[in-house]
T-cell receptor, first 113, second 114 residues
Framework: DAKTTQPPSMDCAEGRAANLPCNHSTISGNEYVYWYRQIHSQGPQYIIHGLKNNETNEMASLIITEDRKSSTLILPHATLRDTAVYYCIVRVISSGSARQLTFGSGTQLTVLP | DVKVTQSSRYLVKRTGEKVFLECVQDMDHENMFWYRQDPGLGLRLIYFSYDVKMKEKGDIPEGYSVSREKKERFSLILESASTNQTSMYLC?????????????FGPGTRLTVT
């Protein structure tokens, strides 16, 4: 699996967009980019994933560069409840098998009032 | 919504005790996982199961065993708890047939072994 690099911490003002970068320069063609977050003292929560096209859901948008070497998770209007550790994970999808995720150290996002 | 529940949020046990951590999911998922999370080490996979009575070792299975007698329930067992097993334990599940790593996590059990 490709290695990912994320900044250890970021701040964002409440109501503003939070843009969380992830570098995955060694990603291969069949690897997806996944984002999870973990609010303090809770289990991780799935946010979004993508292969090469930009993706959007009710929680966030995922922008993947054309060369797929990096991506950005965007929380369009951050709230205090978005304060969490955000994990970027790159993984090949293998159907039918129980493949686990490998969580790195992530980015601690702090949303400031 | 998918729900993954764990039997306890906080647990305190003594060294040498046998400890059972229970996890139940309500979405008929084939795959279930047990992780532990420690500061600076991220999430580490202990065991996973892809079907009833089936199990596979993860990255750190030593000192642990698991049981999956029913599809919805996956138990983690510490045969003889030790202080280095003090940790946050997280259970997760996902569908077996879906080409996705969208895993659903429980709230976690913070275990302290004294």
């Amino acid at each position: 699996d490709a290695k990912t690099t994320q900044p250890p911490s970021m701040d964002c003002a409440e109501g503003r967009a939070a843009n969380l970068p992830c570098n995955h320069s060694t990603i291969s063609g069949n690897e997806y980019v996944y984002w999870y977050r973990q609010i303090h003292s809770q289990g991780p929560q799935y946010i979004i994933h993508g292969l090469k096209n930009n993706e959007t859901n009710e929680m966030a948008s995922l922008i993947i560069t054309e060369d797929r070497k990096s991506s950005t998770l965007i929380l369009p209007h951050a709230t205090l409840r978005d304060t969490a550790v955000y994990y970027c994970i790159v993984r090949v999808i293998s159907s039918g098998s129980a493949r686990q995720l490998t969580f790195g150290s992530g980015t601690q996002l702090t949303v400031l009032p | 919504d998918v729900k993954v529940t764990q039997s306890s949020r906080y647990l305190v046990k003594r060294t040498g005790e046998k400890v059972f951590l229970e996890c139940v999911q309500d979405m008929d998922h084939e795959n279930m996982f047990w992780y532990r999370q420690d500061p600076g080490l991220g999430l580490r996979l202990i065991y996973f199961s892809y079907d009833v009575k089936m199990k596979e070792k993860g990255d750190i299975p030593e000192g642990y065993s698991v049981s999956r007698e029913k599809k919805e329930r996956f138990s983690l067992i510490l045969e003889s708890a030790s202080t280095n097993q003090t940790s946050m334990y997280l259970c997760a599940s996902r569908p077996g047939t879906a080409n996705t790593y969208e895993q659903y996590f429980g709230p976690g059990t913070r275990l302290t072994v004294t």
